[in-house]
């Protein structure tokens, strides 16, 4: 039996290990095929603070030279930063140096197409033919062109969330957010941002020097100092970040995280609520989501899970607002990114016109209870997990898009593989905890005895 | 075949050829493994591909744990010096000196602030071959930070170990031309602080070169006019990173890069007799000028390590190559022009002889070189045949480095260059038709 290799390589990009696959001969022949892939142009490049941030991105930039194109380099800052920069200097594509919420010892690359989205599968597909070749395109001494370091990226971003919504409506009791930036690309523009807005803030973990104060993955389970803080505070919302500042989580005004899912809820409700329109999920979202959009007679639609995928269905719909699960929002009319502080401003202006808190806000909806769970599954294993699941609830509508979604009498649950990391996941979602864990407890045991 | 020289001057090829990236990365990893992490410096000259290969050797350097200084662009001997004051554990010049401009290098250099000898060169160069390379941890991975001022305390150095006062008070008129290459940074700025009128052209960092970076007489004539017109004293010529020196006399006259560390060897001996440390394919002119003080002089294969290690074994006073590159001990034990001009000017300080006269009477022989392209997987073998053809007529021959064949009124020297893919030739005789004799001799009996 092989171990698991700590290399991944898929559409999402290329993401290892610093100090075993990450090396940067890799990085520099990757950052070669995509120079080759874009012709000669402008890539931006960005990254997250990981420490190895700065071996990763000099890698990167020696390929992308070397293949003929120029580099804007904005340092550090929000991987939705440095889309919205793609898209603003009209560039070619973009880099984004950032492992997400993986440990401490990763580091990644995300590719950036012209329009400031992701690579999709094909695009994806066509990069990672010319690495495997190893044809790239190189340049002479004289066509090699230059690195342009551009200061205030984070200001840009900042200003195009302010022109758009504007800052939070005067309210008699300023509102008091606590905001945990995870030691990430965050903290250099969150409490900026909510400041300009006109918030009264608390930061913690915003000194971005690549120590992890938490696990990355803004899940309910890592928010304990963020819980304290709102209630010591008396905030009325508190918000977490991951490394990279494009998921968003959620605490209300009780100290309580509201669940991944429910921060695309809120953002909805507002939205939807000014501008209604066609509604983009994935397949992992919480029923609520439709309930949103029932409420405000707007469409839903869900996809494949992935950033891109919800996106290209977002352009195909012309929807309003969409994201995933995971915490991501996607406001088109800013940044046609998952973006953690639009999301926060959403939310905000939510809070401040609506005079309800966060618990309240979400008691207008019927409630629903989500269990994630993931389990070390070698990749091969898939498709025999697959095809299990599918004959064991052949009777249910099943939708096998992306993994294997089932519809339950009583809720729901989808298995997949991850892209990001060598797991599979199992969600199951009902409207109380007891039917919720039973659900997943029983896939998950199908799932194990198929694996093992 | 394209061109890719991996050898003990490091790693050297065309950019957009065979000069990749992630040869680069390969290379810095396998140094930084090398020497077990620590603190490296690096520098480049200004070829147009500098940035790029700069971007790569840092990402090597610092996934094999490296802590990287950069000093930006600088002369390749500044930073030499630099190993030393900055306590680094060695260092990277990324020039390719005086290969035209598409082409980039990697040149090596350890703790002491000399290039890597032989044996090291090869230990490398294994390191690199097996392609395991020491790998930080994301905890233990390290930084990059920029270095300001390798130039200013190169200066210091420089003016600790001449007579600056004396040159000073001279007043000198002194025609520079730095290539546009990395001494313009440094040389404009020696030469003003020796109080000297500076006529410098082409000392553009951002600009191209405006010749072949090679200081020989074909690539002075700018010199020579400008020396002319501005009626200067004397006219120093430099390659990319200022290892090589050409001397341009008052009266206009470029003379042979051959003949620079000629002219070093008697200002130095006549002050300080001793051994001259030079390589076998250097005139014999060196010999003639040590026999006048009662100097040695000790011949070394070709390549600046060797002279360095020459040097240190023989407490050499003054070393160099036929290629223009001089060593002064007391700035460092290394090439370096800014240390040659300095030897040069203090001698000029000295004398009321103007350079013209200073050359004149330094024995006059003729040096003529010929470089042949060759097709880099058939450069031993042309040499072995040359051999053959050398041991069948019975000479008595040198295999140090190449084959240096003495003959009645002269002699030949065929090796194959550690820079390029090309057979060089020397041949030396009293007067020009001897020497041109001598190299149709060699010509004859080079297969092709």
Redesign the interface.
């Known amino acids: 039996m092989r171990a698991i290799p700590t290399l991944k390589i898929s559409i999402s990009g290329v993401r290892g290990v610093?100090?075993?696959s990450l090396?940067?001969?890799l990085?520099?022949?990757f950052a070669?095929a995509f120079g080759t892939y874009i012709s000669s142009g402008t890539v931006v490049i960005g990254r997250d603070p990981?420490?190895?941030g700065?071996?990763?991105k000099?890698?990167v930039?020696?390929?992308i030279?070397?293949s003929g194109s120029r580099v804007l380099d904005i340092g550090m800052c929000p991987v939705p930063n440095i889309q919205l920069v793609v898209r603003q200097r009209r560039a070619h594509g973009g880099i984004a140096i950032t492992a997400s919420h993986n440990p401490?010892?990763?580091?990644a690359l995300k590719f950036i197409g012209p329009g400031g989205l992701f690579l999709n599968s094909g695009q994806a597909g066509e990069m990672l033919d010319i690495y495997h070749q190893g044809e790239y395109t190189?340049?002479?001494?004289?066509?090699?062109r230059?690195?342009e370091e551009v200061a205030g990226a984070t200001d840009l971003h900042i200003r195009a969330i302010l022109d758009a919504l504007g800052p939070l409506p005067k309210t008699s009791k300023r509102l008091r957010v606590v905001l945990d930036a995870c030691n990430g690309a965050g903290s250099l523009v969150g409490p900026q941002l909510l400041e300009s807005l006109g918030a009264e803030i608390i930061s913690i973990n915003v000194t971005p020097d690549?120590s992890f104060p938490r696990p990355a993955e803004p899940l309910a389970e890592n928010l304990g100092d963020l819980c304290v803080a709102v209630k010591e505070h008396g905030a009325d919302i508190g918000f977490a970040q991951d490394m990279d500042a494009d998921r968003l989580a959620v605490v209300s005004e009780q100290g309580v995280p509201i669940g991944e899912d429910y921060t695309l809820v809120l953002a909805a409700i507002y939205v939807l609520g000014r501008e209604p329109g066609p509604v983009v999920a994935n397949l992992s979202t919480t029923s609520a989501l439709a309930d949103v959009a029932k409420k405000f007679d707007c469409p839903i639609f869900l996809t494949k899970i992935g950033e891109v995928n919800v996106t290209e269905e977002m352009q195909k719909q012309n929807a309003v607002i969409g994201g995933e699960g995971n915490g991501g929002v996607i406001y088109p009319r800013i940044n046609f990114a998952r973006d953690s502080l639009v999301g926060m401003a959403l939310i905000l202006h939510l809070l401040a016109r609506q005079s309800q808190s966060v618990t309240e806000l979400l008691n207008d909806f019927p409630h629903y209870y989500m269990v994630k769970e993931k389990l070390i599954c070698p990749s091969d294993k898939l498709t025999v997990v697959s095809k299990m699941l599918r004959e064991a609830y052949a009777g249910y509508p099943t939708d096998t898009r992306d993994g294997t979604k089932v519809t339950l009498p009583n809720g729901w649950f989808l298995v997949r593989g991850s892209n990001t990391e060598p797991v599979i996941r199992v969600v199951g979602e009902a409207k109380t905890e007891g039917e919720a864990r039973e659900i997943v407890a029983r896939v998950r045991g199908k799932v194990e005895a198929c694996v093992h | 075949m394209k061109p890719l020289k991996i050898g003990i001057t490091g790693v050297r090829g065309?950019?957009?050829?065979t000069f990749?990236?992630?040869l680069?990365?390969?290379f810095a990893?396998a140094f930084g493994t090398y020497l077990d992490g620590g603190r490296i410096l690096i520098c480049r000259d200004t070829?147009?591909?500098g940035?790029?290969?700069r971007?790569?050797v840092?990402?090597?350097l610092?996934?094999a744990g490296c802590d990287v200084v950069d000093l930006g662009v600088c002369p390749t001997p500044s930073m030499q010096l630099a190993v030393k004051w900055l306590e680094a554990d060695g260092a990277i010049a990324i020039t390719a000196g005086h290969n035209p401009?598409?082409w980039?290098a990697l040149k090596f250099v350890r703790g002491d602030g000399l290039y890597l000898n032989s044996t090291q060169a090869e230990e490398l160069l294994d390191i690199f071959h097996q392609g395991e390379?020491a790998?930080?941890?994301?905890?233990?991975?390290k930084?990059?930070i920029n270095y300001e001022n390798p130039i200013g305390e190169h200066i210091k150095v420089l003016q600790g170990a001449f007579a600056v006062e004396a040159i000073r008070s001279r007043g000198l008129v002194v025609a520079v031309d730095c290539c546009n290459g990395a001494c313009s940074m440094l040389s404009p700025l020696w030469l003003e602080s020796l109080g000297c009128t500076v006529l410098a052209v082409n000392n553009d960092p951002t600009a191209?070169f405006p010749h072949q970076p090679e200081p020989r007489p074909e690539t002075m004539a700018q010199l020579c006019a400008v020396v002319k017109a501005g009626h200067a004293d004397v006219g120093f010529a430099h390659d990319a990173d200022g290892e090589r020196l050409g001397i341009v006399t008052e009266l206009g006259e470029p003379f042979s890069e051959e003949m620079t560390l000629a002219l070093a060897s008697d200002i130095r001996l006549r002050e300080q007799s001793g051994t001259v440390v030079t390589n076998i394919s250097t005139t014999s002119a060196i010999e003639r000028i040590a026999a006048r003080y009662a100097g040695s002089v000790v011949r070394t294969r070709v390549g600046q390590a060797y002279i360095s290690e020459g040097m240190i074994e023989h407490n050499g006073v003054l070393g160099g190559e036929g290629s223009g590159g001089i060593t002064v001990p007391e700035v460092h034990l290394t090439h370096d022009s800014a240390a040659a001009i300095g030897l040069l000017l203090e001698r000029l300080a000295r004398t009321r002889e103007p350079v013209s006269e200073l050359v004149k009477q330094l024995p006059q022989l003729t040096i003529v070189k010929h470089n042949i392209a060759v097709e880099p997987n058939r450069l031993y073998s042309v040499l072995q045949d040359f051999r053959t053809a050398v041991e069948q007529e019975r000479l008595v021959y040198d295999s140090l480095d190449g084959l240096k064949v003495t003959l009645p009124n002269g002699w030949i020297h065929v090796r194959a260059s550690n820079t390029e893919s090309m057979i060089r030739i020397i041949a030396e005789a009293e007067d020009a038709q001897d020497a041109r004799h001598l190299l149709d001799w060699v010509r004859d009996r080079l297969s092709r």
Do not use: C, H, Y
């Open positions: 610093i100090g075993e090396t940067p001969g990085l520099t022949r070669q990981r420490t190895s700065e071996m990763v000099q890698a930039i020696a390929g030279l070397s401490a010892d990763w580091n190189k340049v002479s001494g004289a066509e090699i230059t690195v690549g | 065309i950019v957009g050829e990749t990236p992630e680069a990365v390969g990893q070829r147009p591909s940035p790029m290969i971007s790569a840092i990402a090597g610092l996934s401009w598409r980039n390379f790998k930080a941890t994301w905890d233990t991975i930084q990059v191209a």
